[in-house]
T-cell receptor, first 111, second 115 residues
């Protein structure tokens, strides 16, 4: 059974802090790892990582995949209250593109 | 830009009733997915489809059925609603199944309560 584990499950920080969110996986036939941000409604796509060691960056957010360690991190620098959300990690596997999601990390950014 | 559209947004069902959650996408995507999201449990795959006429079970298919008669539509059917099916349901689609750099696009969700 494919497994995706995220940590910590919840996190409270103050504006301006830097946070690191972790995702580890145990799957067969790994294709890619994806990060999503979920606020009140549907998840929105952040990053897709396929190759190990290549950082993807979008503004204050960045992410990197380590295939040797079967893990990924999502970094958010200079956090803002608008970063408060659930961050979901998902791993794509198999020829039929099944996505297995972790439980999510609830990030709260206090003013 | 419609993207992935789910209806209804909210529904309350009585135990034993049946209903169909509708999902349609206008992006000509081959791959479509149904997920449920329970509090603190992340997203779990119910069923998915790799193209019209082809469906397969995901992680939690019991109590649900799907069909994919067209590329655009992927309805999810609950035959005998149970309280354990109280959840938020998300439909998603992707063009090439995310192989090669595609991502999944999600609908806005359907909040279902079974009482």
């Amino acid at each position: 059974e494919d497994k995706v584990v995220q940590s910590p499950l919840s996190l409270v920080v103050h504006e301006g802090d830097t946070v690191t969110l972790n995702c580890s996986y145990e799957v067969t036939n790994f294709r890619s790892l994806l990060w999503y941000k979920q606020e009140k409604k549907a998840p929105t796509f952040l990053f897709m990582l396929t190759s190990s060691g290549i950082e993807k960056k979008s503004g204050r957010l960045s992410s990197i995949l380590d295939k040797k360690e079967l893990s990924s991190i999502l970094n958010i620098t200079a956090t803002q209250t608008g970063d408060s959300a659930i961050y979901l990690c998902a791993v794509l596997t198999g020829a039929n593109s099944k996505l297995t999601f972790g439980k999510g990390i609830t990030l709260s950014v206090r003013p | 830009n419609a993207g992935v559209t789910q209806t209804p947004k909210f529904r309350i069902l009585k135990i034993g009733q049946s209903m169909t959650l509708q999902c349609t996408q206008d992006m000509n995507h081959n791959y479509m997915y149904w997920y449920r999201q329970d509090p603190g449990m992340g997203l779990k795959l119910i069923y998915y489809s790799v193209g019209a006429g082809i469906t397969d079970k995901g992680e939690v298919p019991n109590g649900y059925n799907v069909s994919r008669s067209t590329t655009e539509d992927f309805p999810l059917r609950l035959e005998l609603a149970a309280p354990s099916q109280t959840s938020v349901y998300f439909c998603a689609s992707s063009r090439r199944g995310i192989i090669g750099g595609d991502e999944a696009f999600f609908g806005q969700g359907t909040r279902l309560t079974v009482v």
